[in-house]
Protein backbone atom coordinates (compact mmCIF):
# COMPACT_ATOMS: atom_id res chain seq x y z
CA UNK A 1 0.00 0.00 0.00
CA UNK A 2 1.31 3.68 -0.70
CA UNK A 3 2.39 5.44 1.76
CA UNK A 4 0.77 8.82 2.69
CA UNK A 5 2.40 11.71 4.07
CA UNK A 6 1.05 14.44 6.14
CA UNK A 7 2.04 17.95 7.69
CA UNK A 8 4.24 16.62 10.26
CA UNK A 9 6.47 14.83 7.58
CA UNK A 10 7.22 18.05 5.76
CA UNK A 11 9.93 20.66 6.70
CA UNK A 12 9.30 23.94 4.97
CA UNK A 13 12.77 25.29 6.46
CA UNK A 14 14.80 23.25 3.96
CA UNK A 15 13.48 24.90 0.57
CA UNK A 16 13.06 28.45 2.83
CA UNK A 17 15.96 30.11 1.35
CA UNK A 18 15.57 28.76 -1.99
CA UNK A 19 14.30 30.66 -5.45
CA UNK A 20 12.02 28.71 -7.03
CA UNK A 21 11.09 29.33 -10.79
CA UNK A 22 7.62 28.50 -11.61
CA UNK A 23 7.87 28.05 -15.89
CA UNK A 24 4.29 27.74 -17.42
CA UNK A 25 1.99 30.10 -15.77
CA UNK A 26 -1.07 28.32 -16.78
CA UNK A 27 -3.66 25.88 -15.17
CA UNK A 28 -1.25 24.39 -12.17
CA UNK A 29 1.15 26.89 -12.66
CA UNK A 30 -0.69 29.77 -11.32
CA UNK A 31 -2.20 28.09 -8.20
CA UNK A 32 1.22 26.38 -7.68
CA UNK A 33 3.08 29.55 -7.74
CA UNK A 34 0.05 31.80 -5.01
CA UNK A 35 0.01 28.36 -2.84
CA UNK A 36 4.07 28.45 -2.26
CA UNK A 37 4.22 32.27 -1.72
CA UNK A 38 1.64 32.07 0.78
CA UNK A 39 3.65 29.31 2.47
CA UNK A 40 6.43 31.93 2.73
CA UNK A 41 8.50 30.88 -0.44
CA UNK A 42 10.42 32.91 -2.66
CA UNK A 43 8.73 32.26 -6.06
CA UNK A 44 10.05 33.98 -10.12
CA UNK A 45 7.77 32.82 -12.71
CA UNK A 46 9.34 32.22 -16.31
CA UNK A 47 7.24 32.69 -19.20
CA UNK A 48 7.14 33.56 -22.04
CA UNK A 49 4.88 37.18 -23.90
CA UNK A 50 1.56 36.10 -23.20
CA UNK A 51 -1.70 36.81 -21.44
CA UNK A 52 -0.40 34.31 -18.54
CA UNK A 53 2.44 36.64 -18.30
CA UNK A 54 0.33 39.44 -18.02
CA UNK A 55 -1.71 37.46 -15.01
CA UNK A 56 1.79 36.83 -13.53
CA UNK A 57 2.52 40.48 -13.50
CA UNK A 58 -0.68 41.59 -12.03
CA UNK A 59 -0.51 38.89 -9.49
CA UNK A 60 2.59 40.46 -8.40
CA UNK A 61 5.70 37.84 -8.90
CA UNK A 62 8.86 38.70 -10.81
CA UNK A 63 8.18 37.79 -14.50
CA UNK A 64 11.31 36.85 -16.92
CA UNK A 65 11.78 35.08 -19.60
CA UNK A 66 12.18 31.17 -18.96
CA UNK A 67 16.01 31.00 -19.46
CA UNK A 68 16.70 33.75 -16.90
CA UNK A 69 14.01 31.89 -14.61
CA UNK A 70 15.75 28.57 -14.85
CA UNK A 71 19.00 30.58 -14.56
CA UNK A 72 18.24 32.29 -11.19
CA UNK A 73 16.34 29.03 -9.35
CA UNK A 74 17.55 26.54 -7.43
CA UNK A 75 14.29 24.81 -7.55
CA UNK A 76 12.38 24.83 -11.20
CA UNK A 77 8.88 23.87 -11.42
CA UNK A 78 8.22 22.62 -15.49
CA UNK A 79 4.35 23.29 -15.70
CA UNK A 80 4.29 22.94 -19.20
CA UNK A 81 1.98 21.70 -21.95
CA UNK A 82 3.52 18.18 -22.73
CA UNK A 83 3.49 18.93 -25.83
CA UNK A 84 6.09 21.54 -25.68
CA UNK A 85 7.87 20.94 -22.92
CA UNK A 86 10.74 19.14 -24.43
CA UNK A 87 11.49 21.45 -26.90
CA UNK A 88 11.40 24.38 -23.91
CA UNK A 89 13.66 22.04 -21.94
CA UNK A 90 16.27 21.29 -23.88
CA UNK A 91 16.51 24.85 -25.20
CA UNK A 92 15.52 27.45 -22.42
CA UNK A 93 15.79 25.42 -19.33
CA UNK A 94 18.54 22.43 -19.48
CA UNK A 95 21.90 24.97 -20.46
CA UNK A 96 21.08 26.82 -17.09
CA UNK A 97 20.96 24.24 -14.56
CA UNK A 98 23.69 23.67 -12.01
CA UNK A 99 24.42 21.08 -9.68
CA UNK A 100 21.98 20.73 -6.72
CA UNK A 101 19.16 21.92 -8.50
CA UNK A 102 15.88 20.87 -8.37
CA UNK A 103 13.64 19.79 -11.51
CA UNK A 104 9.63 19.36 -10.71
CA UNK A 105 7.29 18.11 -12.79
CA UNK A 106 3.63 17.37 -12.47
CA UNK A 107 3.27 15.11 -15.09
CA UNK A 108 5.60 11.97 -15.63
CA UNK A 109 4.72 11.74 -18.97
CA UNK A 110 7.98 13.20 -20.86
CA UNK A 111 10.33 11.42 -18.24
CA UNK A 112 8.49 8.30 -18.31
CA UNK A 113 8.88 7.83 -22.17
CA UNK A 114 12.24 9.50 -22.24
CA UNK A 115 10.96 12.35 -24.33
CA UNK A 116 12.97 14.59 -21.99
CA UNK A 117 16.68 13.75 -20.58
CA UNK A 118 17.69 15.22 -16.90
CA UNK A 119 21.24 15.39 -16.41
CA UNK A 120 22.97 13.52 -13.36
CA UNK A 121 23.50 16.24 -11.28
CA UNK A 122 19.95 17.99 -10.44
CA UNK A 123 17.41 16.24 -8.24
CA UNK A 124 14.14 14.89 -10.30
CA UNK A 125 11.01 15.03 -8.35
CA UNK A 126 7.48 14.38 -9.23
CA UNK A 127 4.82 16.87 -7.41
CA UNK A 128 0.98 15.87 -9.25
CA UNK A 129 -2.00 17.31 -7.90
CA UNK A 130 -5.03 15.15 -8.38
CA UNK A 131 -7.13 18.15 -9.00
CA UNK A 132 -7.27 21.31 -11.41
CA UNK A 133 -5.26 24.10 -10.42
CA UNK A 134 -8.31 25.93 -9.61
CA UNK A 135 -9.30 23.91 -7.05
CA UNK A 136 -5.70 23.64 -5.56
CA UNK A 137 -5.60 27.04 -4.85
CA UNK A 138 -9.25 27.57 -3.62
CA UNK A 139 -8.63 24.55 -1.23
CA UNK A 140 -5.26 25.68 -0.13
CA UNK A 141 -7.06 29.29 0.73
CA UNK A 142 -9.70 27.75 2.63
CA UNK A 143 -7.42 25.94 4.53
CA UNK A 144 -7.77 22.65 3.10
CA UNK A 145 -5.47 21.18 0.55
CA UNK A 146 -5.56 18.63 -2.55
CA UNK A 147 -3.83 15.24 -2.58
CA UNK A 148 -0.92 14.96 -5.11
CA UNK A 149 1.16 12.00 -5.99
CA UNK A 150 4.78 12.86 -5.20
CA UNK A 151 7.53 10.76 -6.50
CA UNK A 152 11.82 10.87 -6.95
CA UNK A 153 13.52 10.30 -9.77
CA UNK A 154 16.81 11.42 -9.67
CA UNK A 155 18.43 11.99 -5.88
CA UNK A 156 21.61 13.91 -6.63
CA UNK A 157 22.10 15.49 -3.38
CA UNK A 158 20.61 12.82 -1.37
CA UNK A 159 17.70 15.16 0.24
CA UNK A 160 14.88 14.58 -2.81
CA UNK A 161 12.48 12.82 -1.12
CA UNK A 162 12.44 15.81 1.69
CA UNK A 163 12.03 18.68 -0.76
CA UNK A 164 9.38 17.32 -2.66
CA UNK A 165 7.61 16.41 0.69
CA UNK A 166 8.64 20.36 1.77
CA UNK A 167 7.21 21.53 -1.77
CA UNK A 168 3.92 19.51 -0.83
CA UNK A 169 3.53 20.79 2.28
CA UNK A 170 3.51 24.23 0.72
CA UNK A 171 1.02 23.86 -2.25
CA UNK A 172 -1.34 22.70 1.21
CA UNK A 173 -0.98 18.67 -0.21
CA UNK A 174 0.26 17.39 2.86
CA UNK A 175 -2.66 18.71 4.58
CA UNK A 176 -5.23 16.08 3.31
CA UNK A 177 -1.78 13.50 2.23
CA UNK A 178 1.08 13.25 -0.25
CA UNK A 179 1.07 10.15 -1.85
CA UNK A 180 3.94 8.26 -2.98
CA UNK A 181 4.00 7.20 -6.37
CA UNK A 182 5.94 6.92 -9.35
CA UNK A 183 6.76 8.71 -12.71
CA UNK A 184 5.12 5.43 -14.54
CA UNK A 185 2.41 5.64 -12.36
CA UNK A 186 1.01 9.20 -12.55
CA UNK A 187 1.66 8.64 -16.47
CA UNK A 188 -0.49 5.45 -16.43
CA UNK A 189 -2.84 6.60 -14.21
CA UNK A 190 -3.43 9.83 -16.08
CA UNK A 191 -3.52 8.51 -19.47
CA UNK A 192 -6.27 5.86 -18.31
CA UNK A 193 -7.94 8.79 -16.64
CA UNK A 194 -8.33 10.45 -20.28
CA UNK A 195 -9.77 7.45 -21.85
CA UNK A 196 -12.65 7.07 -19.41
CA UNK A 197 -13.28 10.63 -19.01
Do not use: W
Amino acid sequence: MAKIYKEKDADLSLIKNRVIAVIGYGNQGRSQALNMRDSGLKVIVGSVKDRSREQAEKDGFEVMDISQAAGKADIIFVLLPDEVAPQVFDEEICPHLKEEDVLVFASGYNIYYGYLRVPEFVDLVLLAPRMIGKAVRDLYVSGRGAPSLIAVGQDFSGEAKQIVLALAKAIGSTRVGAIESSFEEETKTDLLGEQVR
